[in-house]
DNA sequence: ATTTTTTCCGTTACCGTGCACGAATCGTAA
DNA sequence: TTACGATTCGTGCACGGTAACGGAAAAAAT
């Protein structure tokens, strides 16, 4: 307890016989500190317990620091979007212990754009750095960059399998596939299912979704051996054909009643259930964007997987002031964020 | 952004030409100011958009504040071990703000227990209270009397329909049942559920076991009219009498699939169910105790809602130290946590 | 008009750290 | 021994706010 008063820089400087001039060096690794004293004040500072008044330091050290925060431009209503109030809690967090956060956005389909905010972002020489690699080599040389400056990195979403970062924040992907299947099925004997997938021009960038589906077969192949899995393909920059290519496909496949998305889109069917309310299709996609939800409110979504982007940035906000301010190295690396199961009965409490 | 040098009472001071005691006495409501003096401050500290620093508060003052967490003491591998993670985090929050959290425990049965854990706390004039509501009279009295002090208080778990509190942190209850039913019947015919309930000798207690029945029963009443329920009590007292009854009730009727039970204790039956695996009971319970999610993981139980005791903790915490330091009204009085579903392919990533 | 009381306000000494400045001490070379 | 640079260290102010102390001004009482 806080009865004993706490120990402070001059309470350490009367027990060595030193200054707290000298203190404050050894507390801080300046140099111009002796051998000698500075064995004499680590040995005062343990016995004693010290530990720095944060508010007092705080005080006097104006230097302004700032977080940079490394992400896609949010567009509203998309994924990205998610993941604001977690910015805006971790900034709050930070600013407490003094630490500005800023956000540097791009384009998340142009790589140029996101090699221009990382440079922006090392510009204002941050104290660390937040952001999910959505480019993979341009990732890296910016990292490598960080490194040569020690400057603290944390990834979030997916992370990059380099070993300098100094935390993760993500969702456990295979399994989210995993677990859209068992969901899907509910365990029941099933025959055959239908996966809906967006038909895009690679450009580098990391894609989930890959590791997701996996984690889906996986699940089908483990407990339905002879379930077969339809792959239909939609262009999400073509919506007008959307509906049809549906109505063609489950036309020519109507034993098929369970679909599955394994990106944030599945609000893009939503259209084509609405006219076919009597199927009774069971359905399950990912994240809760606003569309997502209507579509579960009004019973054409059966669930939605979230990830909780929000607790991602925030966590990794948190551990990155938590290590710049206290030095404090996360006890877990690699943290994984719960998967939310979302059915229209939970999901307004989200 | 803090391009411009933050304001600080010297500025103030020098503004209205008065001394930065006079500022300070302004800002703290305390007596001794003219109302001319307090109209000008008012008006320079509106203009500029003066903020404290808290760090220089907080280290100029030398009073220990410290919020009182009143809760039943946790058992191990109980429902209350849960909410501690919560008020660890909340503590370490606080802590950073320069707040102290003190627990004080009491015998969740026991109705003078509780009392005296109230007085106790109350003999440490504490900053702020949070307080699940166990026993209604008493806590009438008890928040009576913080009233009188001008103490905030913040409910948890259940509420009280006083006024009187800051903020409420909680489950939706009622739909929590809805949820449970939805999930147990998977939104297909169902015929027959059995729900399994605990004998008590009622000790004035709050039971929100009964709002979360309303919630089932109507959930099955608006989807499955002709679907009967079936009561089965047990006495968690007399543990070795549960198996004798649950043979005796399901092999009267055998046609019942689907169990559900209401509180955090449906590990109770899992022996049970672990001698009739060829009957693939679908099973929903409540709560992610370590004996629950055990059954999640052997596939004894299908699902479990959990209501994250600890972020109800954690929020009210927070919310209370929020109001303290910075005279935050919560923005939002009534907080229900999400209900998260929990099966045993999602249960390790909570 | 003078004294007493009350109201109002300025001064000042902190709170615990950070850091710049300059002084003391040490080692080494002339 | 003396001189001189390099180390090592102590001193003191600053950060922004708090609150006790006591003095000045205003109001009330004599």
Redesign the interface.
Known sequence: M?KTQKITIKDIARQTGLSKGTVDRVLHNREGVSKKSYAKVMKVIKDLGYEP????S??AKHT?RVIAVILPRCKSGEFWELSDPGIERGKEFAH???I?VRRFNYDQYDENSFRRACNEALAMDPAGVVLPPMFRNETMIFVDKLRDRDIPHVYVDTKLETNGYLAYFG??IY?SG??CA??LT?DTPTNEVAVIRIQRDKHGQSDPTINRREGFNDYIAEHFPNCRIHNVFINPNRPEEIDGILEEFFRSNPRVSQIAMFNSRIYLITPFLERHPEKKYRVVGFDNLAANLSALRSGMVTSLIAQRPDEQFYGAIKALTDFIVFGKVPSIRDN??????L?R??AE??
């Open positions: 806080d008044n944060i508010y007092a705080l005080l302004e407490n212990l003094g500005n969702m456990p399994q995993y677990l068992s969901i509910d994984f964020m719960p998967m939310d199961i059915t009965y939970n409490y989200y």
